[in-house]
């Protein structure tokens, strides 16, 4: 029987008086993110088809280069950093002999919040989470024969960035390296440390001014730095949905845009360098349209609110890390395999680079043997399931297409509640996304306990835990020698000339329109401590202290 | 609820330490307000001493401490010592996080009195506070 051409819609009718006839599950066909989804989507579902386009042209749904992986594979940047600046340096020169180009730096409590080791704030933190840096020694020591004009290296710090970035500019100074050669990423992002990760130094205003004084400082000094990586991922840990992810990220993005407009730089010759990192959960659709969505949205915005003209301006480049929040401490090898879904995810959205978190990060931080299978699982993505042949193989899919679409939807309808309330950075004063944020995280939280959504080894399947995983431990005498180095450096420096480049910072931060990149640079030169920095700017700028909203 | 108001069990929800981790010591805090209970929160990155201050202040029967950041094992015993000092042992003291199995007989013989691992459903937390306060201080 030939099949003859008909009416799309008619033939969508017909198929659901059928569809009707049958019984459905009983269990609510929603996204993790709580997006009701239709049984079946077909071609009426598809968007105008200038909104999908082809990959490295507006509006980039489809990537943002026109070869993508056929060109080359996403980085695979696994984020590392514990103890003292000389352990986290020899695990850099492991990484770099074995042919990994970019180092990716993660500092510890103290060193986010802009503690001194020695600071009685800082007690039982030192070099447990990341790596402890508190003056130019260390990191000098960080970075020991290691050619910073050659590697990529990426800081992921936000609230002290700046005072961070000024040792790592010091410290290059020091190799014969100029600021204008070094490449890499600091994080920097600060709208969504009041958001969601909540390591904070000042009140907002003044940490906004601080990150803006870094982007210029960079637009002109340091023109292969990335100065600001705008974070979708703490958001999203911190309880958000996929929509809340993608529109607050996006928003804090445009909002730094905004400022530096403000301050008379020419939307080009920024924009290019700003990046996104973003998370990927376990829901394998919702987290493909979230990234498509963010692109399209993104390029948009640029080209038609900010009128850049620079293709390269227009275009969002991100990282993504799998879901930290989706690993269970129950049964932990189940990680793997979400991990998986999860960084296939990230590919299947056309990310730039990828971190894979390790099956045994919700107990401790991870074993060696853990992070070599989070590796090998990108690897098999990569090089083993052929996902990589063809660029957003998923482009077209009615589902796929229409969920772009619906993340978009709701995105602009929280970009108009907050413009509503006056923008992001009043927003975020009034704790209207932290209250979202909140509200969403518990809503997850009761379905999970009333056992309407599985979590597999969690709330059923529970069988067959035998609690015996091999965890990594940091002793307590990382604390106690990171304590006398600081000592050591304190001891051997000049205390006068500390005390005037912190004075002479003072006195600029007290000055409206100054950029303290550069008294920050003195302070560096100086060997003053990042404590020190930090609290010489809070006798002007003050502390900050959450009113929590739960 | 037929109890008057003024026999609400009294909780301090707490995050020691720097680590912003907030999410789950936010869901705990309302859980326990749903259930019924005064909760006190103390917000962020807050020192031993502070806490211990709030529990003082705040006359509570119970102090949950929310710890993701791997310094449990130098930031609870501290707690429960300046508890101590201060004459205080009517006070529940538990314990939520990323807390690895190894560490909870210790943290139990210090005087914590139940360790919440992830995954913990929210009603276990609510039984436990409610049936050991009440335990502890027949109302």
Not at chain 1, 412 to 433: H, S, W
């Given at each position: 029987m030939a099949i003859s051409p008909q009416d799309p819609r008619a033939l969508d009718d017909e198929w659901r008086e059928l569809f009707e006839a049958t019984d459905e599950r009983d269990v609510p066909f929603t996204t993790l993110s709580g997006v009701p989804i239709e049984p079946l989507y077909t071609e009426t579902d598809l968007p105008e088809p200038g909104e999908i386009g082809v990959p490295g042209l507006y509006p980039f749904t489809r990537g943002v280069y026109p070869s993508m992986y056929r060109g080359r594979l996403w980085t695979m940047r696994q984020f590392a950093g514990f103890g003292s600046a000389e352990e986290t340096n020899r695990r850099f020169r492991y990484l770099l002999d074995h042919g990994q180009t970019g180092l990716s730096t993660a500092f510890d409590m103290p060193s986010l919040m802009g503690h001194d080791s020695d600071s009685p704030l800082s007690l039982g933190e030192v070099g447990r989470e990341g790596v402890a840096v508190d003056t130019l020694d260390d990191m000098e020591t960080l970075f020991q024969g290691i050619d910073l004009g050659e590697v990529s290296v990426s800081m992921t710090i936000n609230a002290p960035a700046a005072v961070m970035l000024a040792f790592y500019v010091v410290a290059a100074e020091r190799q014969g390296v100029p600021a204008d050669r070094l490449a890499g990423t600091i994080q920097a992002d600060i709208l969504k440390e009041y958001i969601a990760q909540k390591e904070w130094c000042f009140p907002i205003d003044p940490a906004m001014r601080v990150m803006g004084d870094m982007i210029e400082w960079c637009s002109t000094e340091m023109p292969r730095w990335h100065p600001v990586s705008i974070s979708g991922y703490h958001i999203r840990e911190a309880g958000a949905t996929a929509a809340q992810e993608l529109a607050f990220t996006l928003k804090d993005g445009l909002t730094y845009v905004e400022q530096a407009v403000e301050r008379g730089l020419d939307v080009d010759s920024f924009a290019p360098r700003l990046s996104f990192f973003f998370n990927a959960q376990i829901d394998f659709f919702e987290e493909i349209a979230k990234y498509?969505?963010?692109?399209?949205?993104?390029?948009?915005?640029?080209?038609?609110?900010?009128?850049?003209?620079?293709?390269?301006?227009?275009?969002?480049?991100?990282?993504?890390?799998?879901?930290?929040?989706?690993?269970?401490?129950?049964?932990?090898?189940?990680?793997?395999?979400?991990?998986?879904?999860?960084?296939?995810?990230?590919?299947?959205?056309?990310t730039q680079s990828l971190h894979t978190n390790s099956y045994d990060e919700a107990l401790a931080l991870p074993t060696e043997e853990a992070v070599r299978v989070a590796l090998r699982t990108q690897q098999i993505i990569a090089f083993e399931t052929g996902v990589a042949n063809t660029i957003d193989p998923l482009g077209g899919s009615y589902f796929v297409e229409a969920l772009t679409d619906e993340m978009e939807r709701q995105a602009?309808?929280?970009?108009?509640?907050?413009?509503?309330?006056?923008?992001?950075?009043?927003?975020?004063?009034?704790?209207?996304?932290q209250r979202e944020i909140a509200d969403a995280s518990y809503e997850l939280q009761q379905e999970i306990d009333s056992g309407r959504r599985v979590v597999v080894g969690v709330n059923d399947f529970t069988e067959g835990d035998d609690g015996q995983t091999p965890i990594l431990r940091i002793g307590l005498e990382v604390e106690r020698e990171q304590v006398e180095r600081l000592a050591g450096v304190r001891a051997r420096r000049d205390g006068a000339e500390v005390e005037a480049s912190l004075a002479a910072l003072r006195e600029a931060a007290a000055r409206e329109g100054e950029n303290l990149m550069p008294y920050m640079i003195a302070c560096a030169r100086a060997w003053a401590s990042e404590g020190e920095v930090i609290e010489s700017l809070q006798q002007v700028f003050g502390g900050f202290t959450e009113q929590p909203v739960f | 609820m037929n109890a008057p108001a003024t026999q609400k069990i009294r909780v301090v929800v707490a995050k020691p330490g720097l680590d912003g981790h907030d999410r789950g010591a936010k869901i705990i805090a309302r859980a326990l307000r749903d259930a019924g209970m005064e909760v006190i929160y103390t917000g962020l990155h807050q020192t031993p001493e502070q806490i211990?201050?709030?529990?003082?202040?705040?006359?509570?029967?119970?102090?949950?401490?929310?710890?993701?950041?791997?310094?449990?094992?130098?930031?609870?015993?501290?707690?429960?010592?300046?508890?101590?000092?201060?004459?205080?042992?009517?006070?529940?003291?538990?314990?939520?996080?990323?807390?690895?199995?190894?560490?909870?007989?210790?943290?139990?013989?210090?005087?914590?009195?139940?360790?919440?691992?992830?995954?913990?459903p929210t009603q276990a937390i609510i039984d436990f506070i409610s049936g050991s306060v009440q335990e502890r201080e027949p109302r």
């Open positions: 498509r969505a963010a692109r399209r949205i993104w390029a948009r915005e640029l080209r038609e609110t900010f009128g850049a003209k620079d293709p390269r301006s227009w275009l969002m480049r991100f990282h993504t890390q799998t879901a930290g929040v989706s690993l269970t401490a129950q049964q932990p090898l189940n990680n793997i395999t979400r991990t998986a879904i999860e960084a296939l995810a990230g590919v299947l959205g056309g602009y309808d929280y970009f108009g509640r907050i413009d509503e309330l006056g923008g992001m950075v009043e927003a975020v004063k009034q704790n209207y996304p | 211990v201050e709030t529990v003082v202040q705040e006359d509570a029967d119970a102090v949950g401490l929310s710890i993701l950041s791997g310094a449990h094992m130098t930031l609870v015993p501290r707690v429960v010592e300046l508890l101590r000092e201060q004459g205080i042992d009517d006070v529940l003291v538990t314990v939520g996080g990323t807390i690895p199995a190894d560490d909870i007989p210790e943290l139990k013989e210090l005087g914590v009195a139940e360790v919440f691992t992830p995954g913990t």
